[in-house]
């Protein structure tokens, strides 16, 4: 009983024998995971004045601070890590996710890093060839050529295969000239495009001989060497926002501007001197889609990074609820975190932080597998990395912001403080919910793999073409797993059936229990969009539009699903028995506050009973009090520096004073009597 | 099958008959209830460059710009509403507070009049003596004494009764000294403290002839004529927070400073000049809570004021939605507000506003009614006020926030810019969810008022004594219906009994669902709580925590049948019949997404079948579609003027940019066609 954590047994056995014996190494070993060494880089470097978080600075203040702490990045190894060695590069993809993750002393520097290395340098890698790379990188990496990632278009966000400025060739002087039709074709939101970029990699529809063959990207000079706005190029600033106020985001317009035919990125379409377009994939929705897929880094950076933010949060959150008192219990006040509401509002969020956390590391493995050449992914492979890189930032980013938002209304006024972070945190992340590609899109995207699995379905984006697809579409085998599949077999064969006799903590149970949610959701979808299968479009549309809820739903149990596999695998990594008997508990928590939230779909499936339904409700209780004594220790292994969080509420101010105050209290033991 | 707006008729029938003729005034004037006469004043007055929407001020500039809107303002008759005639003011309190929501300009604007109007000024009337009136109330109308709410400690928040300023009576020299003995008991978070205030209402325990009578209030000059600190008080500023930051909150500290006896505000507590205490209520936590029971219009303020900021978004959204076109449809791009995952996201957030809209106005009538004499509440009634004012601030606040990020998020990229409003005004709002009473603890205050609201209970507010006492009370009745109780009685008792067949559109089936619930939950929780009674201080508080989520629950459910109660109440005052009809399919949404969103606990308890609830979402779904070309009607019914939204995406930013676009595609026939 007492080794088993106390969640099965109640109250009484809720302390007992969960605390790492090694202090949250073994903890922090496993969360730093295949990159620790980048993280702990990190931590030792981006310290001191410079990276500590500064509050209340103007948007020209905040933007200068991050042009320095860029500056000084550049200085170091962070940069090159996912460049390819060739040009200066480690060639190490993944360490330049997890280096971006850990800057969290500012997510306007992790953004800008990201806009930089990511998207304006990680394009020119994906799209260019040897001698983009060559020319242009070892400049990218140092920062002697800031740059912007010029896609979205203010009349086109999400829609990319709309973008409407033009990339004209002209044969008779070899030049494109890039330009925009109007204000809807602007270039819109671009980070660097303010104030400090020379450069954009310009997405427009490449058009050559009297065809138009669709988005390619280019490089295209904006300003020169004293940060002047070129000819023909239109700069202006998108103004204060709700965060991110560090970075210096701009539209850009084209006035006819010409560019060398070498400015073309040619990996995925070439334009030959006399104006003859070739591309190695022949398809245009294909070859659009490729294009698209190979900055895939973009979303799982961006759902790294909420993660960090949701992370720096529960750290800043149980900290102070450790701390600070609010009233009468049996033995004077009683500490915030002793309260079940305030357990409630933590540590389930604690819980699902550890499992995106550990599946964002796979995630980043597998990507930086598939880049490095260790692990090749084919085609398949490759889309559903894409899909999963997909619905694991929409589900990221959403537990991002609930968890900021969470944190800061359980610190209280102190909470709303700017010095103690939390709301700018929530401020920043607010727009990585639709900035890479819009949630809801997003998940709109991954329900179509999910349907789609098991065949190409390149350009099957639109409504009405998915719809129809769907409806000649037989699903088998719609759940297909992630994660260490053995293991994972395994638990499930070995799990009861369905009734209610099974174990609540049984992990082959609820294994089952959300394949069981995905193989009915992701089934009954496809039948329902059946019914839009030919005949009239209005009518199609309608049926596929009706079933958005249900689209969504199926693309958010798959990530609840693939997540909780990533869990399970990351705990069978973990040696040391008492950390992996803690992690076990954490990973209930996980599964069951998941299904305790939906389970209005267990019920009305027939999965839960009433009485079942309400047990696991009570296990979620059950677990909080378990954890509650293991909370500190929890978000203690996110290895956070005390430096980044800087929040003084979380730094032993609220402490300092009870002190103070207890010393103040035993010496007026002389004061008046209360009236009776 | 025309009229009834085709909810229950499916799609087909959904578009029809429903748009008011009178194009949205009947429906206008209902929202503006019993003060429209104030709130057309505020539409006209409140215009200009002095109160137009700024971004991007640093926080100084902020505090200046709405220090001088207080100035202008103060000209105007808002500040005099509230306060007696006998000082000059309106004796109108319900305009005061629906003055007080219409500052959705900007929100550090309506929170420093609340400051100085509200709390400071409406203490001093509250709580102090006619003596007190004369003196302080003409200037404070007037701003001639800007003055600060001094009640919240950096080690006390909510628990208010634990303040440990201390006010001590001196007989020999007839003067009060007032002393911060720690960090921990000085004033935080006081607006006007850190730039304005000359004077505070301070909260102090008073002690006099060596006994302490708890918290009462005493008028202490903090600054001189030229606003520098007065001697023995230490003023500091809280520095920039999340949001609010024209509002100066900052903190305050006092080093034995000496007022006169006559500062105290001695409403319900006096001290003779000889030391003696005297007060017209014997019991100390009576006359405590007595006290904080007047400050109640704080609250209803709050709840008010977001409404309107959850308001503003909607309007901001639904207008963008109804501009902006993504993705491709059956014929050509799609508004986003005719895809169902757009409605899903923004019209039951519409239906709720308007629910909360009339429960608020009820709640500001009856709060008016009671204490200009016109319908005087018993100490019964009272309570129930108090309680009621607790349960809708903290589901109007929560439901304000939720909107924002929803109306933030359906604006994509161009909802982050600060100059479209959303993300300033969820800044601002946030707060709101903890100051004026953290939602939490409000919410247990109502439970334990439902719990108890058949007897005076006093005093019985921590949680060992609550417990306690829960377990010897006998309930009975416990929903008590709070608006137009004939007819609700009648919807009620027309309705079918439970099972199936009731139809889910019947009003009164919805109301008795609601009240049932509710009295379920109230129920089961008295019945749980009783175990706790005798014994084991220990294991009473044990079960009382373990118990708080379905104390929060219980809140919750109330609020939701009371809020549903004021709607039914509006409609049936609302005489033009298609708006009626509208209003109608309005309730619908409104009462079937709390049904939908709790399905699980309808299920649960058998209230709903599996296929049921199934039903319900098919019902919202339905709904959604049937009040989307109703959108804009029902926003714009708000009547928040263009001035104030001033979003430039809602304000034809988008349509003017597709206009252009048509035109030059028009122009552009000859472009290059798309390769095949």
Chains 1, 2 share one sequence.
Request: aromatic residues 6%.
């Amino acid at each position: 009983m007492a080794d088993d954590g106390g969640a099965r047994t109640g109250v009484g056995g809720a302390r007992v024998g969960l605390e790492p014996p090694d202090g949250g190494a073994a903890l922090r070993e496993l969360l730093d995971g295949r990159w620790r060494e980048v993280r702990e880089h990190a931590r030792e470097r981006l310290t001191g004045e410079l990276f500590a978080p500064v509050a209340g600075l103007s948007v020209e203040e905040h933007r200068a601070r991050v042009a320095e702490q860029l500056a000084a990045l550049a200085a170091t190894e962070v940069p090159a890590y996912g460049f390819p060695t060739a040009v200066g590069g480690a060639g190490d993809l993944g360490a330049s996710v997890a280096a971006f993750q850990m800057l969290v002393c500012d997510m306007s520097l992790m953004v800008k890093v990201g806009v930089q290395w990511g998207l304006f340098g990680g394009a020119i890698h994906a799209l260019g060839s040897d001698r983009h790379h060559a020319e242009y990188l070892p400049r990218v990496i140092s920062l002697e050529l800031p740059g912007c990632f010029a896609m979205t278009e203010t009349g086109h966000g999400s829609d990319v295969q709309r973008l409407r400025t033009t990339a004209d060739y002209d044969p008779a002087t070899g030049e494109f000239t890039v330009h925009t039709p109007d204000e809807a074709a602007r270039k819109d939101y671009i980070g660097n495009a303010a104030r400090d970029g020379r450069a954009a990699v310009v997405f427009a529809r490449l058009r050559t001989l009297g065809t138009d063959h669709g988005v390619h990207a280019l490089i295209v000079p904006i300003r020169d060497a004293e940060g002047r706005p070129l000819p023909g190029v239109t700069l202006s600033d998108c103004g204060p926002k709700g965060g991110l106020n560090g970075v210096d985001n701009g539209r850009i317009s084209f006035d006819r501007v010409r560019v060398p035919r070498e400015a073309l990125l040619d990996r995925y379409g070439d334009v030959a001197p006399d104006g003859t377009y070739t591309s190695p994939i022949d398809n245009p929705d294909r070859r659009f889609f490729t294009m698209l897929g190979t900055l895939v880094r973009g979303r799982i950076s961006v759902a790294g990074g909420a993660g960090t933010a949701a992370e720096a949060a529960l750290a800043i959150a149980v900290r102070y609820a450790e701390a600070r008192r609010q009233f009468e219990g049996p033995s004077g006040e009683v500490l915030l975190l002793d309260r079940r509401a305030h357990q409630r509002r933590l540590l389930p969020r604690l819980a699902r932080s550890y499992a995106l956390h550990f599946a964002q590391e796979e995630l980043v493995a597998a990507l930086h597998d598939a880049e490095t050449g260790e692990r090749p992914l084919d085609e398949h492979g490759r889309r559903e990395l894409e899909s999963r890189a997909a619905g694991l930032k929409a589900v990221a980013t959403w537990h991002a912001l609930d968890t900021l938002q969470a944190c800061r209304e359980a610190c209280g006024g102190a909470g709303y403080l700017a010095e103690n972070r939390l709301t700018q945190l929530r401020a920043d992340a607010d727009v990585f919910t639709t900035f890479e590609g819009d949630n809801v899109v997003l998940l709109q995207l991954l329900a179509k793999a999910l349907l789609t699995k098991h065949r190409d379905a390149f350009g099957d984006l639109d409504a009405l073409r998915m719809a129809r697809f769907a409806a000649g579409q037989v699903l088998e085998g719609v759940v297909e797993r992630t994660a260490a599949r053995s293991l994972i077999e395994r638990l499930v064969s070995a799990a009861p059936g369905r009734g209610d006799e099974a174990d609540l903590y049984d992990r082959g149970w609820q294994l089952k229990l959300l394949e069981d949610r995905e193989e009915h959701t992701v089934t009954g979808l496809a039948r329902r969009l059946r019914r839009a299968g030919g005949g009239d479009p209005e009518r199609a549309f309608r049926v596929f539009d009706d079933a958005q809820d249900h689209v969504l739903k199926a693309a958010r149990v798959h990530v609840d699903r693939v997540v909780l596999e990533a869990f399970v695998a990351a705990i069978e990594r973990c040696a040391e028995p008492v950390t992996r008997k803690l992690l076990e508990r954490v990973c209930d928590l996980y599964v069951l506050s998941v299904v305790e939230e939906d389970r209005a779909w267990f019920l009305e499936h027939e999965r839960l009973s009433g009485t079942r339904a309400k047990a696991v409700v009570q296990a979620v209780d059950d677990l909080c009090r378990g954890l509650r004594p293991h909370a500190r220790t929890l978000v203690d292994a996110f290895g956070l520096p005390d430096a980044w969080l800087a929040a003084p509420i979380a730094l032993g101010a609220e402490a300092r004073r009870q002190e103070e105050q207890r010393r103040n209290e035993a010496a007026d033991r002389g004061a008046p009597a209360p009236a009776s």
